[in-house]
């Protein structure tokens, strides 16, 4: 056996990844009698390139998948992409320096498959190769292909058929910027400079009350101010009259017991919409809304004169028009937090917009429950899951105002309004250019039938990932054992346990009863050198293809490999470095120890030295405790003990 002098890690690493490409090492073999370990890998986002995030994450993940394979486990791991929704709407109308809006539907859809083929996604699964990730990429999937998208129509009809989705026009969350309704798990909390205004009215009684905003944009959709019913300085009137400044409207001063009186003046005015708690007050005091705002944040005419503005502009110029006329008391430099679009960071505002839904708040207990039926490592990652549950507020909002995306399985009767599902054997359709599968309304009779211009939120269909993983091996032999059973782990990230997690267990346990996996495995995040998160906008992105060519992939891997499950970390050069120096050391040690065993023959020694046993017990009881840690997915244990015995024993001890 032949080994060089010195170690080249990108002849090394490239020889080894086209062996294992040409010899199908990681195959999954549908055919065998092994028994199968199967991993529900994240599909990630096609953004261009592999992140330091997806870099960490998945060599953990591909350290099971290899330990299971030398346990002699048929492992199925396929490499799925999540190509479908905003994020790639976002990216291919910069790459390509279009507006969907402007092309159409049509154009743009084919202009996204077409990069995301031909320029995407090409380079970036070379980047998992080149990382060693052990996938077997011949089975792959992406959640806009057809297979996918039949999946997730099917899901949804299904869901709609127990009366678990439906649709209703209702307040909702909607980005400004992106111009499309968004979910509670889609928001993020920021905090901004902003203003407290102390605005001033006058009650029919001639007193004056001020209350306190920090949104007095919204003044010209104000429909009532509240008070707290114990709070005696308004006792006297509760249910006058109360005249509003800028436009001709007077409102009811009422008592309601959500108000705090300790907030700013403790009048405060309500309208619609400026967050959730005037969605609440509406809904409690049964008052009508006044909607001022379209989906795009614009102001329409029922803002008077502020008609055409967005809540920015409108700000500006209410602000002024108060100051004339002298409503505008006082205002407050503050700093608070407020929701915004986890895709771009801009402010949420509440519309009332048509929207799908599924229905999930009733089963807040049921899903508690369904979090214990599988294992949590770490243990202590369960509680997100169960904070989140808690928390919820609102059922999932499932449909965008985007174009790309999987599209509703829906027609609607354009006279009464009767939905009309699509036939299960068409799936999918695309309803904005595929026909309904009748003529004619069945309920009115009309022919004037319309396809439903909304898409799929990219998450209901991504939370189907162990069905659409199961569902490529239909017509197989091995399909009802896959399909019977859930799949055996599931590895991600703990900030989308709200996301993808969840929505997978509830759709799992919706459609088969089942829990989606026997155990989920949690990792943490590699956070830049200060501790921080990365991210563009703070310019400290570290690049794993960078650290890949100036330390090599198997470097990144030991970095990787040293860190706790579930736990943050800073990005340390120096861990590189180590991982570097180690792979030199097992090199040269390969090479020394080859020298000296180059004739040896392979037979059996009668009797080992005492030393030579000394080795081999320690090594023993070194592949012992590695087997346990790794049943754990403690995989950092073995690295450190391996670490430990490779320097500190075999090459300190044995060989020198």
């Known amino acids: 056996m032949n080994i060089s002098k010195n ?6 690493e490239e020889k080894w990844q086209n062996f294992w490409e040409k010899n199908k ?33 998945n060599s953990q993940q591909d350290f099971i998948a290899r330990y299971k394979r030398m346990k002699g486990f048929n492992v199925l791991q396929p490499f799925g992409t999540d190509d479908n929704g905003l994020p790639t709407q976002t990216l291919i109308q910069k790459e390509k320096k279009v507006k969907a809006s402007k092309i159409g539907r049509k154009k743009f859809r084919k202009l996204c498959l ?24 011949d089975i792959k999937y992406s959640t806009i292909d057809p297979h996918c998208q039949k999946i997730s129509q099917k899901s949804f009809m299904d869901l709609y058929k127990m009366k678990r989705a439906y649709r209703i026009e209702a307040p909702m969350m909607i980005c400004p910027r992106c111009k499309t309704a968004i979910a509670q798990v889609e928001l993020e909390d920021s905090e901004f400079d902003s203003q407290l205004c102390y605005i001033k009215v006058k009650a029919e009684t001639g007193d004056e009350l001020v209350f306190a905003t920090t949104r007095p944009e919204l003044l010209p959709a104000c429909v009532g101010i509240s008070v707290h019913p114990n709070d005696k300085r308004y006792k006297h009137l509760i249910g006058k009259k109360v005249k509003l400044p800028l436009i001709n409207r007077t409102v009811i001063l009422s008592a309601d017991s959500e108000t705090d009186p300790e907030y700013g003046s403790g009048v405060v005015y309500y309208c619609t919409y400026g967050g959730v708690e005037c969605v609440e007050w509406l809904t409690r005091h049964k008052v009508k809304p006044i909607h001022v705002m379209g989906t795009d944040g614009v102001y329409n005419e029922k803002a008077g004169k502020y008609k055409g503005m967005d809540s920015r502009e409108a700000r500006k110029e209410i602000l002024k028009d108060l100051e004339k006329t002298k409503a505008l008391v006082k205002v407050e430099k503050i700093r608070h937090t407020v929701n915004v679009h986890e895709r771009c960071g801009t402010e949420i505002e509440y519309v009332a917009t048509k929207q799908w839904f599924i229905k999930f708040l009733d089963l807040k207990q049921k899903m508690l429950k369904w979090g214990k039926e599988f294992n949590w490592f770490p243990k202590h990652m369960r509680n997100r899951y169960d904070n989140w549950v808690k928390g919820l507020k609102w059922d999932w909002c499932i449909s965008r105002q985007i174009y790309f995306g999987v599209p509703f399985p829906i027609w609607y009767c354009g006279d009464c309004n009767h939905i009309i599902l699509a036939k299960e054997k068409d799936l999918p359709v695309d309803p904005m250019e595929d026909k309904a599968p ?10 004037n039938i319309v396809g439903e211009k909304d898409v799929i939120n990219t998450w209901a269909t991504s ?35 709200s996301f993808w997690l969840f929505n997978t267990v509830v759709k799992s346990k919706l459609h088969y009863n089942m829990k989606p996996w026997y155990d989920c495995f949690i990792n943490g995040w590699m956070l830049d050198p200060k501790g921080k998160k990365m991210s563009k906008s703070k310019g400290n992105i570290i690049e794993p293809q960078g650290m890949i060519e100036k330390y090599s992939a198997d470097a990144l891997r030991f970095m990787a490999s040293g860190k706790k499950i579930g736990e943050d970390f800073p990005f340390q050069e120096k861990d590189l470095v180590t991982g570097q ?3 030199t050391k097992l090199w040269n040690a390969s090479k020394f120890s080859i020298g000296h065993i180059k004739d040896y023959k392979g037979k059996k020694p009668k009797k080992l030295e005492a030393f030579d046993s000394w080795l081999l017990t320690k ?3 070194l592949v012992l405790e590695s087997t346990k840690a790794f049943d754990k997915y403690e995989f950092f244990r073995v690295k450190s003990d391996t670490e430990n015995f490779f320097w500190n024993i075999f090459c300190d001890y044995y060989l020198e």
Request: include cysteine; proline fraction near 7%; charge should be positive.
């Open 619 to 621: 090594l023993n009881k």
């Open 463 to 497: 939370s189907l990932t162990p069905t659409i993983v199961k569902e490529l091996f239909k017509g197989k032999s091995i399909y009802k054992k896959l399909i019977d059973n859930p799949m055996n782990l599931r590895p991600q990230g703990h900030d989308i346990i």
């Open 114 to 137: 077409d990069t995301l083929e031909k320029e995407l996604k090409p380079k970036y699964i070379q980047d998992w190769k080149g990382l060693g990730i052990s996938c077997d990429f």
């Open 581 to 583: 120096k180690t792979i």
């Open 7 to 12: 170690y080249d890690s990108k002849i090394s």
């Open 25 to 57: 090492i990681y195959k999954f073999d549908s055919k065998s009698k092994k028994l199968i370990y199967s991993i529900d890998s994240p599909p990630p986002t096609v953004s261009g390139k592999m992140h330091m995030g997806h870099a960490f994450g």
């Open 438 to 447: 009748i003529d004619k309304c069945p309920k009115c009779k009309s022919k």
